[in-house]
């Protein structure tokens, strides 16, 4: 039987370190790559629940270009189908290396790829974690790009935000987190508002970075997220609000409470959902 293309996708990238030219070790002792599984899961189950038939895949990509490969094994595309694949992005190193920016390669050729597969209207949604979070905001320009959901975003105050106009980001931070600053995740929303992109960020009170506690509210709230951008699954409406608010608007403004504003999850969980239009 021939599988019909996705009709969306989602990149996912882990975390990493701020130097480290050696590549990732393989499987689960990669563990900012073991971090993100249970999100991996998690958007499969709910993109299957919606009748989108999605499944987990992995794919590889250094920064001398994609490839369909590595040594932890072959990638593998369970039921990709015609729904929503999911994709984990493999670096080739573990650091994101000063001007080299190895991380934001990788995302690139991993796009790349997608869009030699499954051609230039595939929409895609990059959800990354710490330095995968800065890697996605960096390569949300390329064309296949609809969105950023970023997890405990790594952001420095001098990275570019030019890239995200008419991107939908969302970035989502603890307010406890001591390895990233929520702080400075709030101020690139607002920056990348005004450059002309759709931002919204939502603070989990009691959070850390690593995503261990409250794990299944970071859940659920990313596969929410992440399928609403998609326009795939409902999308909860204040974070549906907050991304129309003008380009003047304060940080504040955008800035949502999980327990408060969505009901400690995401769509039934929470406030009534609202469907994002399709956006190109």
Known sequence: MVQRPPSA??????????TGTEPPPPGLLNLPGTRMRPFVRA????ARTAGTGAGPASASASSAGPALGSSAGPASATGAGSGVLVRQVRYGHRGWNGDRADPLHDAVAALDALRDEAGDELPVVLLGHSMGARAALRAAGHPLVRGVVGLAPWCPPGDPVTQ?????VVLVHSNRDRLTSPQASQSLTARARRAGARTCMITVR?????MIRRAPAWHRVTTALVLGLLGSGSLPAPVGAALALPATAEATEGTLDLDLDLGAGAGPAGRPPTTVPPRR
């Open 9 to 18: 996708a989602v990149l996912v990238l882990h975390g990493g370190r701020e």
């Open 43 to 46: 958007l499969g189950r709910a």
């Open 164 to 168: 995200l106009a008419d991107r939908d």
């Open 206 to 210: 009691g959070g850390d970075h690593a």
